[in-house]
């Protein structure tokens, strides 16, 4: 950290910090001495070799001292540190030594190597030393293009180097197989990646001198994965089981010797033959291997069989010959040589111990198939010696088991050949001493084989449930059939009965992110000669294998001597293991090849360092000052001889703990070293103090986990399923909590290494990481607590805990004699809350290093005020789960059950008599009891409960005589409670609001850090959102409302569930349905639900909806009552269904009554009239697909009474009818050439009917009158016009809030106009795709209402039309509404059946009605628009009017009396209405003039056949009118003889878009242009003012007329006729449209001559 951004306090004391001492090693009474030279730099790091050692300074450069043979002369010792010069301006984060080399890392992940090079460990090649740090490349060759790797940190031995990368991947360089690289050619000068931990996660890596340790994150639990039966490496069973002659063994703790198997995401797994990659390929033969093959066999039989441990032993039966038999035929053939071999092993001890101890362990390295491959079978001798062994083994233990070592042997030979070769490589090459015969001499390693012989236990795989237990054995004895048994496979048997949570806390991968994981495992591979690896053997490893023994036990580091290595675990405690020559292991117990527990004095270990052939321990002293222990060489120079003796156990150097507060210790060769910090203001204490008191509350957390609660949880009958939930809850939550403080613990030592800044501690930069922990555990024990867990478990546990009764006073550091059981177990797990106080300790003292303007200063007093605060709160949360636990023990059982729920607390009670309901009865005992969650009402035996997200308080006045009272508002109950006194009251008041506010929050378990603990409360607000059950409402009973609340009453949007499965969710109006909903309900019958959508008022469907029935009808229409009334559609059936049918029309009370339109599709024919109760009564009219059309009067819907019967073929009965299509009484029918029949009839329509009657023939001159008689009356029996859809435009109406149609306020009418478009829009809003941009701007403009001031003028009038074309554009507006639902009943009435040309007039007068209703509607919104027919004026006199067309006379606008501008209906809304309503309505005209369109259409098709000349002078047209030239494409041609269709082409032209225009209004302008354009083109060729008479003009229009080749032009011209203005007749537009008329007849019945 830069000196500008310390506070000038800490600039003070930075010169204390980072001090170095050195002293000799191999001695206990040491005297530390200063480093001289430094002058007052802070050292970060410093690493030591075996001569000499590199320091790292806070600004980032490095210096070296002691002998530096690569840069001076070899013996000269440079004292005083000398600077690396070369490594000025690179910023150096990170420095190693290994025993002559040096490295460091910068701070951009480069790599500088120098120092001795003599195996490539610098990764220069061909260069025995380099003197200056020279660059190291590391460039990953998988990625394309090359990456450099950036490099983390790293670790140096002899001959090798490691490196960490970002990554978390190994890569190294050196030489030896501690590099862990498959490949036998050293030295390796370019950085490899040490491929078999790829993919997993390295923490750190530590070098010894011909060995390497990697600290490994474990991987992450693969939930339900099946156990692998085999080895996915060596193929070997996991679990083996061997039968000895009274008992069994079984384990389970196979150790692979190739190293663990490659994950599952590489492609292949490395098999490595070094004797086939042996230099020269040369395999091993007998002479080559005479010299290691005895020691060999032998260490490998002595550290195979082992009872827990791995062993070369397998129980694969009689597999051997699969694929090797080759090898296995000369298996067992040598008996003498075994019998000479048995008597060679002179040693006893070891026979009896494989007789004891054999446990077969499952080893054979790779498969079988590859055997071959990977062992060229060495001749005679070899196999002899292998079998010998089996042979010995096979004597001494019985036939038995032979089988099962053969296949051992084969796995023994693999692994000799396997490091046969690099064993035998040239001493001077590996370094390590010859493996020759001599070798066996050296009793130490005697010893160590046979250590590495007895019962061993360290590779088993060491459950989490179990914690070590040092020495004795782990066997557990079952009689007779069970004898030896991994204990961790029994326990893998009997867990399925028991229950268990996982103790293994729930890491939350947030912590595992931000602090160092304690789930590691630790990697080890190398020469193991001395055991150094940990596997309990004393084999080399030449690729990275897991130490099985060290798994679970929460290692957070490394350290790797010269021959001997230590982990360091999150419980302060350090394994060691390896060679112990010098006792620098720590302990006295063998073997040492497994990790073993270092007895250090200290209170806990934080920091370790392995020298060459010593260790240092960095432990917490009682006064938080760390000591520092030694254990090692005991040089002691008594009379001046030299005695060298080793420490039984580690020493504490008295020296060392005046120097100050040492941050750091290194062990190196000849030297050690401290980095030392003196304690300015305090600072350094405090650090140490909260590093020390946190790794000891760990250690204690995990001795309760261990030693209570998981002893707890094991026991049997621990209550019902509630509580043992409630208890694993706690559990996990404790382990949790364990698991965090363990992981703080870890990262306060790795602070104290490091620059000890106060803004980067854990507790300050992840607060809420501690904050969450502590108050999710606090809330599961205080649950556990008031459901009387801690009580319950007392009986159970009583046996456990009175056995262990001074472990549990020791954790709960209770002293008092007779202890209640419960008080214990309280303590015991209340106790992790006492630590916040601590932590807020700790950091108010850090704060008072600093000066209180810092930021530093801010921080740590801000962190501490929150720790407190959240002590207080939890310490809150305690004593209330104490109080309501105390008050569920005097409440009376029953209620108890009932009531009692893990969460619940009490508030406060009334059984001091100080609350009580009013007008209650003498004798009712109304007790009222307030929890954080409800308020509960309790009588003699029953109980009520309210739950407080639905309750309302109110204080009543005091005028009433409601002295104290307060009133109680539930969704189905009122009722008001009278306390004692206003003190109670008051109390009452408060509590209750506090309550039901935090209730409504959710926020009682959390506080706002950093706020006081005091929040201001506030009133509860009286509208929210809650979840209610309704018990006793007649309506709602038993129904879950789930939604917003108003004093009391759903009230807003919500979702009401009723039991019975209906649902509605929509909005409510105080308590009832009201607004826009959706409710289904369920049909059982059907096993489908009807489903309304759409409006409610006051608990009922009322408006617009749609209901979907469960039958498949769908009603679409207005409700009331939830009832259809009004306006509707009812759908029945698809198409294809049985009846299909559709109804339109109006409603009353459920039933069809008024007009409406029934297409029944099955039967083909459409009913249009009258209804009551359903049925068709009054008058109507039918039309069926096959043309027949009756109208006339309904009964009990039959036709009966008087009515009309048509055929398509033109026959008509007019008479009496008594039911559907039965003629019945008096009538007359009338044939198609007129003749007609008059009397009585009877009989169906199509069936023969009988007639009396008499036969009429009118004269040939009457007949021509008479015949359409009949078709003239049609209509006048049919529902009139005006009755028609009654019930539409009364909607309109009323939404406009009139009465009755004109009846009403027009303000009012406006103001529900802006309603409806605002409510609609709102409603819009939620779901914006269903309105259009160009909708959402018509919406904007409508809520204009155009103004009406003064005289009403053109402008005015252009102004309403406009808006009107808009309102009626969207349906959200009344008027818009009003013409879609008028185009949809059109459309239903006149499409499909219904287009028959009989309907034409009906359907012709049904549209000039709707005009005359809709304009009413317009006129009473805009009063001042005058009535129909009236003449607005024009304000401004027009410029002279052109010229008439056909009187010469000038004209403004047309033949009307006085100029001006003529209001109507037509002109108004017809724009709006026909384009909808047109292609029903044109399809009628089309049907209707069929015969008359056919006959002109003919004639138009032979006249067109000619060319113009011909065609003009046939229909007579004046020669001059003739056009002398015509412009094809745009040049002008003389008119020949054969020119087509030229003349008068833009006439025709025009004449011909009459059909692309729907308003007659449109239609006549057309008209109009075409006559302009003929005068056009005739007045261009006369040359001279010319003006028409109707002779001349007329030929020319027909000429036009038959070019145009409109076809159905009889339906255009009938169309005008029938909708033109009236005014219109007289005027211009009308002569001109009847000049059309006329040409239309004209073709029909010209005659082509």
């Known amino acids: 950290m830069d000196s500008q951004e310390r506070s000038s306090e800490e600039a003070e004391g930075a010169k204390e910090r980072g001090l170095v001492y050195v002293w000799k090693a191999g001695s206990c009474s040491v005297t530390p001495a200063r480093l001289p030279g430094l002058s007052g730099k802070t050292v970060l790091q410093a690493a030591l070799g075996i001569h000499h050692g590199v320091l790292l300074t806070e600004g980032g450069e490095v210096y070296s001292f002691g002998k530096l043979p690569w840069r001076s002369r070899p013996e000269e010792c440079v004292n005083s540190p000398v600077l690396e010069s070369t490594l000025l301006g690179h910023r150096i984060i990170t420095v190693a030594a290994g025993s002559f080399h040096n490295g460091a890392v910068t701070e951009s992940g480069v790599v500088y190597m120098w120092g001795n090079n003599s195996a490539g460990q610098c990764a220069v090649a061909n260069q025995p030393c380099v003197p200056e740090p020279q660059l190291v490349s590391i460039c990953d060759s998988e990625t394309s293009p090359l990456l450099s790797v950036r490099i983390l940190q790293l670790a140096c031995g002899e001959e090798h180097t490691l490196a960490l990368s970002l990554s978390r991947e190994i890569w190294a360089w050196g030489s030896g197989c501690q590099l862990g690289l498959i490949t036998t050619a050293f030295p390796v000068t370019k950085p490899q990646k040490v491929e078999h931990l790829a993919g997993r996660v390295v923490l750190q890596i530590a070098c010894g001198a011909y060995h390497s340790l990697a600290l490994v994150q474990c991987l992450p639990v693969q939930e339900m994965k099946p156990i692998p039966e085999r080895c996915n490496h060596c193929s070997q069973p996991l679990i083996t089981m061997t039968d000895k002659e009274d008992h069994v063994i079984i384990s389970d703790s196979h150790c692979c010797p190739l190293g663990v198997a490659l994950s599952d995401n590489q492609p292949e797994n490395h098999v490595f033959c070094p004797s086939s990659d042996a230099p020269g390929g040369k395999s091993v033969t007998a002479g080559q291997s005479e010299d290691f093959q005895k020691p060999l066999v032998e260490q490998h039989r002595l550290g195979g069989l082992e009872s827990d441990g791995p062993s070369g032993l397998s129980s694969t039966g009689g597999r051997e010959d699969s694929g090797t038999s080759g090898l296995g035929n000369t298996l067992l053939s040598d008996k003498k040589e075994v019998k000479e071999y048995l008597i060679g092993l002179s040693d006893n001890s070891l026979n009896e111990s494989l007789n004891k101890n054999i446990s077969t362990e499952p080893e054979q390295p790779c498969q079988e198939e590859q055997l071959g491959a990977c ?80 019962g061993k236990k360290s590779s088993s795989l060491v459950d989490i449930r179990e914690e070590e237990s040092e020495g004795g054995s782990r066997r557990l004895s079952l009689p007779g059939l069970l004898s030896q048994v991994s204990p961790r496979l029994l326990r893998k048997v009997g867990r399925a009965k028991m229950r268990t949570v996982a103790l293994t806390p729930t890491y939350s991968g947030e912590a595992d992110a931000l602090l160092p994981s304690l789930r590691t495992e630790v990697w080890s591979w190398g020469k193991g000669k001395e055991g150094q690896l940990g596997h309990g053997d004393v084999l080399p490893r030449l690729q990275p294998l897991c130490v099985k023994s060290l798994d679970g036990k929460e290692v957070i580091h490394l350290s790797a001597g010269g021959h001997h290595s230590l982990a360091l675990t999150a419980k302060s405690q350090v394994y060691s293991w390896g060679s112990n020559i010098s006792g620098q292991l720590g302990h006295l117990n063998s073997p040492t090849t497994v990790p073993r527990l270092a007895k250090v004095c200290g209170d806990g270990i934080w920091t370790t360092a392995a020298g060459l052939d010593y260790s240092l321990f960095l432990a917490d002293e009682k006064d938080f000052q760390p000591g520092l222990y030694y254990c090692g060489q005991e040089t002691s120079t008594e009379n001046n001889l030299n005695e060298n003796s080793c420490t039984k156990s580690p020493i504490l150097l008295v020296a060392c703990s005046k120097i100050g507060y040492i941050s750091n210790v290194i062990a190196g060769g000849d030297n050690c070293l401290a980095l030392v910090d003196k304690n300015v203001m305090g600072y350094i204490a405090s650090l140490h103090e909260l590093a020390a008191t946190e790794r000891r509350f760990y250690f204690k957390l995990s001795e309760i986990k261990s030693q209570v609660l998981r002893p707890l949880l094991g026991l049997d009958n621990l209550g019902n399923a509630n509580t043992i939930q409630l208890l694993q809850e706690m559990a996990s939550r404790f382990s949790k909590l364990c698991y965090l403080i363990g992981q703080h613990g870890a990262s306060l030592s790795s602070f104290l290494h490091g620059v000890k800044e106060a803004r980067s501690l854990a507790i300050l930069k992840h607060s809420s990481l501690f904050l969450d922990s502590y108050t999710e555990y606090c809330t599961s024990v205080t649950n556990f607590l008031v459901m009387g867990g801690f009580t319950l478990l007392a009986k159970p546990a009583i046996d456990f805990l009175s056995k262990n009764q001074e472990l549990l006073q020791k954790l709960s550091e209770k002293n008092e004699e007779n202890l209640q059981l419960v008080e214990v177990l309280n303590a015991l797990f209340f106790m992790p809350f006492g630590r916040l106080h601590n932590y807020a300790r700790t950091l108010l003292k850090l704060a008072t290093c600093f000066e209180v303007a810092s930021p530093e200063y801010q921080k740590l007093q801000d962190s501490s005020s929150c720790y407190e605060n959240l002590a207080v709160h939890l310490s809150r949360k305690m004593k209330e789960a104490e109080y309501t636990l105390g008050f569920w023990k005097t409440f009376p059982g029953k209620m108890t059950d009932s009531l009692r729920k893990p969460e619940r607390r009490l508030i406060c009670e009334s059984s001091n008599r100080a609350l009580s309901l009013q007008h209650a009865g003498r ?48 969704p189905e109950e009122q009722f008001v409670l009278v306390s004692s006194t206003p003190q109670e009251k008051t109390k009452w008041l408060r509590a209750i609001s506090q309550a039901v506010d935090q209730a409504l929050r959710g926020t009682s378990d959390m506080i706002l850090y950093g706020a006081g603990g005091n929040v201001p409360r506030q009133e509860p ?272 109406w009323n939404q406009l809030g009139c009465e009755s149609p004109g009846q009403g306020d027009r303000w009012k009418a406006w103001d529900n106009i802006a309603v409806a478009l605002t409510t609609n829009r709102r409603q819009h809003k939620d779901s914006p795709e269903l309105l259009s941009r160009s909708h959402t701007q018509t919406l904007e403009s409508l809520e204009f209402i155009p103004q009406h001031i003064g005289a009403f003028t053109l402008e005015k009038y252009e102004n309403i039309k406009k808006y009107l074309i808009k309102a009626c554009d969207t349906p959200l507006h009344p008027l818009g509404k009003l013409v879609e639902t008028l185009v949809a009943v059109y459309r239903m009435t006149y499409v499909g059946v219904g287009a028959n040309r009989r309907l034409l007039q009906e359907a012709v007068r049904e549209i000039k009605s709707y005009l005359k209703r809709i304009f009413q509607l317009v006129r009473f919104l805009f009063p001042d628009l005058p009535e129909e027919g009236s003449t607005i004026p024009f304000l401004t006199t027009e410029p002279k009017g052109r010229r008439s067309f056909c009187s010469g006379k000038s004209d403004s606008r047309s033949e009307s009396p006085e100029p001006g501008y003529v209001v109507t209906s037509f002109g108004l809304l017809l724009p709006v209405l026909l384009p909808r309503l047109y292609p029903p309505l044109f399809m009628l005209y089309a049907l209707d003039n069929e015969r008359e369109e056919d006959i002109y259409w003919e004639c138009v098709l032979r006249l067109n056949k000619q060319t113009d000349m011909a065609l003009l002078s046939f229909l007579g047209v004046q020669a001059k009118f003739w056009p002398g030239t015509v412009s094809i494409l745009g040049e002008s041609r003389k008119v020949s003889s054969n020119t087509k269709d030229a003349c008068f082409a833009s006439a025709v032209e025009c004449l011909q878009q009459i059909s692309t225009t729907f308003t007659p209004a449109d239609k006549l302008k057309v008209i109009q242009q075409t006559f302009e354009e003929i005068s056009q083109s005739v007045l261009e060729s006369l040359q001279e003012d010319f003006l028409w008479s109707m002779d001349d003009l007329f030929p020319v229009f027909l000429y036009v007329v038959l070019r145009a080749r409109i076809r159905n032009l009889g339906s255009e011209v009938h169309l005008i006729e029938d909708l033109m203005d009236p005014y219109l007749q007289h005027g211009e537009q009308g002569i001109m449209f009847t000049t059309l008329k006329a040409c239309y007849y004209q073709i029909q019945h010209e005659k082509l001559t």
């Open 375 to 454: 062992i060229p079978g060495p001749p005679g001798s070899s196999t002899s010696t292998l079998n010998s062994l089996v042979a010995s083994c096979a004597s001494a233990v019985g036939v038995r088991v032979a089988a099962t070592y053969e296949a051992g042997a084969l796995s023994l030979k693999k692994v000799m050949n396997f490091y046969g070769t690099s064993s035998s490589e040239p001493a001077s090459q590996s370094g390590s001493r010859s493996p020759g015969p001599e070798a066996l001499k050296d009793s130490r390693e005697e010893q160590v084989r046979l250590e590495s012989m007895q």
């Open 923 to 970: 004798f009712s005992v109304n007790w009222f009891i307030l929890f954080n969650d409800a308020l509960v009402h309790a009588q003699f035996s029953t109980h009520h409960i309210f739950p407080l997200s639905t309750l309302w308080v109110e204080a009543l006045s005091e005028e009433a005589g409601n002295v104290n009272g307060l009133k109680i508002t539930t």
């Open 1021 to 1292: 607000p009286i509208s929210r959102s809650a979840k209610y059950t309704f018990y006793k409402d007649p309506r709602f009973k038993d129904a879950v409302y789930d939604g917003r609340w108003l004093s009391g009453k759903p009230h807003g949007r919500g979702i009401l569930k009723w039991a019975d499965g209906r649902m509605y969710s929509g909005t409510f109006r105080t308590g009832l349905e009201d607004g826009y909903g959706e409710y289904r309900v369920p049909n059982k019958a059907l096993n489908k639900e009807d489903h309304y959508v759409g409006y409610w008022k006051e608990g009922k469907m009322c408006g617009h909806g749609v209901y979907s029935y469960a039958t498949g009808e769908v009603y679409e229409g207005c409700f009331q009552d939830n009832m259809r009334h009004g306006h509707g559609l009812l759908r029945s059936g698809k198409l294809t269904s049985s009846s299909p049918s559709m109804f339109i029309g109006q409603w009353i009370m459920d039933k069809k009554s008024g007009y409406g339109v029934f297409d029944d599709i099955t039967r083909g024919e459409k009913y249009m009239g009258m209804w009551q109760d359903d049925l068709c009564q009054g008058n109507g009219v039918v039309v069926t697909q096959f043309g027949l059309y009756y109208e006339g009067a309904f009964s009990t819907n039959k036709m009966m009474g008087t009515g009309i019967l048509l055929s398509e073929d033109d026959t008509v009965y007019e008479g009496e009818f008594s039911d559907n299509w039965t003629l019945s009484g008096k009538g007359t029918l009338t044939l198609p050439n007129g003749d007609y029949i008059e009397g009585l009839f009877s009989g169906e329509w199509g069936s023969g009917i009988k007639i009396t009657g008499t036969y009429f023939k009118p004269s040939l001159y009457e007949n021509e009158k008479d015949k359409p008689k009949a078709l003239r009356k049609l209509g006048i029996l049919a529902v009139s016009p005006d009755e028609k859809w009654k019930a539409v435009f009364e909607e309109c």
